[in-house]
Nanobody, 122 residues
Framework: QVQLVESGGGLVQAGGSLRLSCAAS????????MGWYRQAPGKQRELVAL???????NYADSVKGRFTISRDNAKNAVYLQMNSLKPEDTGVYYCNGRGIITIGYMRPFNSWGQGTQVTVSS
């Protein structure tokens, strides 16, 4: 099994910064893509940022220029540096990882973390 755990959320004033972390644990897997998603109350979950195993990144238009996604392949970890935070960034942020189970027969997986709350006050 692939277990993802997020950390780093909290309460911050508008204009401030937070850094989210996510680490994958377990054995018998190889991660390809990792990303961050968020969900505000009453809204659909949306993609915030994505990074491939090769380092290619994509960002939601609403966070371009403010957020930066990065990863450490040796640690199976992904990070999200969030600067110039706005109240509209408030929500639960989820870590996502996609890859391959390499024990038994090879097969894909898609795992999610439990979420971490980010609250930006105005």
């Amino acid at each position: 099994q692939v277990q993802l755990v997020e950390s780093g959320g909290g309460l911050v004033q508008a204009g401030g910064s937070l850094r989210l972390s996510c680490a994958a644990s377990g054995s018998g897997f190889s991660i390809n893509d990792m990303g961050w998603y968020r969900q505000a109350p009453g809204k659909q979950r949306e993609l915030v940022a994505l990074i491939t195993s090769g380092g290619t990144t994509n960002y939601a238009d609403s966070v371009k220029g403010r957020f930066t996604i990065s990863r450490d392949n040796a640690k199976n970890a992904v990070y999200l540096q969030m600067n110039s935070l706005k109240p509209e960034d408030t929500g639960v942020y989820y870590c996502n990882g996609r890859g391959i189970i390499t024990i038994g027969y090879m097969r894909p997986f898609n795992s999610w973390g439990q979420g971490t709350q980010v609250t930006v006050s105005s």
